[in-house]
């Protein structure tokens, strides 16, 4: 008997069904990238809409890609926020870009598992190269080890890893830190701004939420050195340890940038591993007008940026770089026998400097993208979306009853409708009115925060379709919103 006569008995679909629903699938995505407006940016449906418009249990007999790609359509893409839309301004706006696409379809085609050097040089060395590339176009130097995660939020734990590694005489790696009186107890200094991961990493690593030392900001949202100095001069006499201080290039709520030449220098004295957060802001880096917002980044010992967040590369990729690649190490390499390879000793093997054995091949991906665009490319990209923002602050700052409520460093600007003579209960509420107005129309998304308790509105520009007449459409949303509800 053939494989064809019983197709649902083994082995893959015919390579036929690859060119016939590749060739259909290409083309939808053409245009989709091409038409977003046919879609709202903020998925409409209520919870649990998708998961009943959905058979409960999986089908005994195999379906036909037609079935399944028609229900894609019609079930599962109404469930879809839009977060490749050029209306996407919430959070803050990603964008997986035509080479990153192509790149995930190879890097699914060959299915690589980068665990170790010998389960796929190529894997390795193309994330060793793009590292080295995106080193070079943020403009560190090549005292950086680089490697690809997740997310940031695996890098910063990373981080407070290698951290904790950097101070051998705890021997935590070996003893565990439970039941032991010899331990002092461990600290973490971030500024009030920086993002949930910090506390995330201390959680995780057992260090306790308690230990998470939130330092005070300045009227930017930038932590104060002054502040950090004293809260660690505080904690070494009360007999605690400071270890670790995560300072944030690009906070989630505002894009303020900390002080890192400060912040480095009090770390340096006091011996305490400095991680920079620049998952969204660090990529700015890339263009020379921005290269500033890594000063004092020599003096660190760990760095994250997001080249899934604002470097064009579908999530996930994260860059994690440390100046000490054998500290990380030593604090994660563990080799049984059965992944001892006859080269382990010339070569990286990047299970060795994380987590997680098994290792997705992003490397292709951003590479594909940084020689896609090139570095002129992705600075000009960049740029653009700052001048983006610039002007959308302009034309809040210039209209009655609209204020800009933070500095725009980059291309996020936090702002709020403040009429004359309402009180802040009032404004909060004719604000969250305004957003709910704005995101139920489909043309565009934005989120909140607060800052100094006051409820304002977040416009992050960072999609790589996004163009002025998207950043406009916003802000007409956002006026007409705001005129309906003073009526
Ligand atoms: C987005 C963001 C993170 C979290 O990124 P993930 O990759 O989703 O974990 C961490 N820190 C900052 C400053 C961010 O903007």
Redesign the pocket.
């Known amino acids: 008997m053939t494989d064809r006569a019983a197709p649902n008995a083994q082995g893959d679909l015919p390579t036929s069904e690859l060119l016939v629903h590749g060739q259909r699938i290409l083309a939808w995505i053409a245009t989709y990238l091409d038409h977003p407006e046919r879609y709202p940016v903020l998925s409409p449906l209520a919870p649990g809409d998708v998961r009943r418009s959905l058979p409960d249990a999986p089908p005994a007999a195999g379906e036909s890609l037609d079935r399944i790609l028609a229900d894609f359509e019609s079930k599962i893409l109404p469930g879809i926020t839009h977060w490749n839309h050029p209306g996407f301004f919430a959070y ?1 706006s990603i964008s997986a870009s035509i080479p990153g696409i192509l790149a995930e379809l190879l890097i699914a085609a060959l299915d690589v598992n980068a665990m170790l050097w010998k389960t796929s040089p190529a894997a390795t060395e193309l994330e060793a190269l793009a590292m080295s590339w995106l080193r070079q176009l943020i403009g560190l130097n090549d005292e950086w080890f680089g490697l690809i995660n997740d ?4 890098s ?1 734990l990373l981080a407070l890893a290698a951290a904790r590694e950097a101070k051998p005489d705890l021997a935590i790696r070996g003893r565990g830190m439970a039941g032991r009186s010899d331990l002092p107890v461990l600290r973490v200094y971030c500024s009030e701004h920086a ?1 949930s ?1 910090v506390e995330k990493g201390a959680l995780t690593l057992g260090f306790g939420l308690e230990n998470v030392v939130k330092i005070a900001v300045d009227d930017a949202y930038r932590m104060l050195p002054e502040r950090l100095a004293d809260a660690m001069a505080a904690d070494r006499s009360a007999g605690m340890l400071p270890l670790a201080c995560v300072a ?1 290039v ?3 709520s505002t894009s303020s940038i900390d002080p890192v030449p400060e912040i480095a220098a009090i770390c340096t004295r006091e011996r305490v591993w400095l991680h920079v ?1 620049g ?2 802001g660090g990529v700015a880096a890339v263009s020379p007008k921005f290269r500033h917002v890594l000063a004092g980044i020599e003096g660190a010992d760990s760095l994250v940026i ?1 080249p ?2 604002w470097l064009f590369t579908p999530i996930d990729c ?1 860059a994690f770089y440390t100046r000490h690649p054998h500290v990380l190490k030593r604090a994660f390499s563990l080799v049984p026998e059965y992944l001892v390879t006859r080269e382990q000793d010339e070569v990286v093997n990047l299970m060795d400097y994380g987590v997680q054995l098994g290792r997705r091949f992003r490397a292709l991906k951003l590479w594909m993208v940084m020689r896609a665009f090139g570095a002129d490319g992705l600075a000009a990209r960049l740029e653009r979306h700052c001048e983006l923002a610039r002007r959308f602050s302009e034309w809040v700052c210039e209209a009655d009853g609209w204020e800009v409520a933070a500095p725009t460093p980059l291309s996020l600007v936090c702002f709020r409708y403040a009429p004359l003579g309402t009180s802040e209960d009032e404004r909060e509420r004719l604000n969250m009115a305004i957003l709910q107005c704005v995101n139920e129309s489909g043309d565009a998304y934005l989120s909140h925060t607060k800052l100094a308790g006051k409820y304002v509105l977040r416009l992050a520009v960072g999609n790589i379709r996004t163009e002025e007449q998207h950043v406009a459409r916003a802000w007409e949303l956002l006026r007409a919103a705001a005129q309906r509800m003073s009526a």
């Open positions: 803050f997310t940031a939020s695996i910063t993002h991961s944030t690009g906070t989630t957060d998952s969204y997001n899934h967040k994260s």
